[in-house]
Each structure stands twice: as structure tokens, then as C-alpha cells.
């Protein structure tokens, strides 16, 4: 598949099945994010695929009322960084650059194995972390959930209004230039 028709059919899609998903499926997620590129090889991701059902439904008593749709899913993975893992100049820390791109690389693949696949940032952090064990210095950045497709028909009506919509993104000059910073790349004012 042409790279750029697979990073338009990857969507936050929320119609998501209990279907599992096979262990070795989301064991190439993981090999995907796992060739993402990193400043000095320093890898500093990880990725917690969390499919047991007592904690699974644990930490999906994490989400915020409007995650609804996730609590069919059969897998979500905390996805996971520390500054302090990677490159810190000049008032720039790399790990969360990297991170976003094994973060792509997994969704990429996610959408190669015709799964659905929704970061999501709505859960309570402190909780999450809690359950799943994490450190308190390290960074829960977002959690993936994940699985087969599903019904539509489980979602509210937004839900199932955006589903069917049209994928809206601003228009390129709005968000790139060449050669120079120019003001048409700030965003409007709110």
C-alpha cells in the first residue's frame, strides 16, 4: 500500500469490536514502533499492551465519561517515555519526539493489520500509572486503544456522525513553507 493512502485511511475511528486480537499481531505493533528512528539509538519508548481482562477493565475504568466507545476494545496499550532516555539539548528533550514517531510506526502497522487504532488522552494519568505500575518519574503519554472493527451502531450520535464524516485537515500552506518561517503558519487566534 503507497505510504500516503495509508496514513489517510489512519483515523481515530471509535466503532471499536471486543474481538482479541492475536498475540502475534500486536507483537508486530510493537516490532513497528520498535524500528521508529532515535537521537544516539537511545530507544526511549515503551509500550505496555495490556489485554488481560481484570486489567483491562481495570484501567479502562480510567477513561473519561467520553471514551465510552473503548470499553468494548480488547486491548490498549500505555505508551511510555522519560525525558532523561534520550537527547536533552538546548532546552529540547527528543524523547517525546521519538516517542510520537514509534507511536506512528504503531499505528501504521495497526492500520496494515485492518485494526482500528485511537490514541486517546482522556484517562486519569495518576490511576493509569498506578495500575499498570509505571514509576512516577516516567511519562504516561497517551494510551492506544485498539482492536477489530465493530458496530457503528454502539456509538452516540456525534460519534456516529464523525465516523461517517469527511476527514477535514487544514490546508498545507497553512501548516508547511519553504525557505523561511512565515506568519501564515501561526495558528488563528482563539
Do not use: C
Not at 489517510?8 to 471486543?18: F, T
Amino acid at each position: 500500500m503507497e505510504l500516503l493512502k495509508q496514513l489517510e485511511k489512519r483515523r481515530a475511528y471509535r466503532a471499536i469490536g471486543s474481538r482479541p486480537v492475536e498475540k502475534e499481531v500486536l507483537v508486530r505493533l510493537v516490532e513497528a514502533a520498535h524500528l521508529a528512528p532515535s537521537s544516539a539509538n537511545n530507544q526511549p519508548w515503551r509500550f505496555i499492551t495490556v489485554v488481560e481482562p481484570e486489567v483491562l477493565d481495570t484501567l479502562k475504568g480510567t477513561l473519561t465519561r467520553g471514551n465510552y466507545w473503548a470499553k468494548k476494545a480488547p486491548v490498549i496499550t500505555a505508551v511510555v517515555t522519560n525525558p532523561v532516555w534520550s537527547l536533552q539539548l538546548d532546552n529540547r528533550d527528543f524523547a517525546y519526539f521519538e516517542l510520537g514517531m514509534a507511536a506512528m510506526a504503531y499505528q501504521l502497522q495497526a492500520v496494515q493489520e485492518q485494526l482500528i487504532v485511537h490514541p486517546i488522552a482522556g484517562f486519569d494519568v495518576a490511576e493509569a500509572k498506578r495500575i499498570l505500575q509505571i514509576g512516577t518519574d516516567e511519562i504516561l503519554q497517551t494510551l492506544i486503544v485498539l482492536g477489530y472493527p465493530g458496530s457503528i451502531e454502539d456509538l452516540n450520535e456525534k460519534h456516529r456522525d464523525l465516523e461517517r464524516s469527511l476527514r477535514i485537515r487544514k490546508p498545507l500552506n497553512e501548516v508547511s513553507s519553504f525557505d523561511k518561517w512565515e506568519a501564515k503558519l501561526f495558528p488563528p487566534s482563539k
